[in-house]
């Protein structure tokens, strides 16, 4: 097994971990509404996608 010979410091260690961050989601608009979507997935206001009904939503 490796064993680290020397202590990293903190510095390195955190140059190395730069690239790990959260990335924002992308967002589309709905084609139906316009409301604001994530790429890939059924419109939660009108249940939408692709121009096709999917969701059945209830008029409150």
Known sequence: MAHPKHRISKTRRN???THYKAEVPTLG???NCGAAVLYHRVC???G??????IIE???A
Request: aromatic share 12%; hydrophobic share 10%; with cysteine.
């Open 15 to 17: 140059k190395r971990r």
């Open 57 to 59: 939503k209830a008029n």
């Open 29 to 31: 608009s709905c084609s």
């Open 48 to 53: 939408y996608y692709r121009g096709r009904l």
């Open 44 to 46: 939660p206001e009108c």
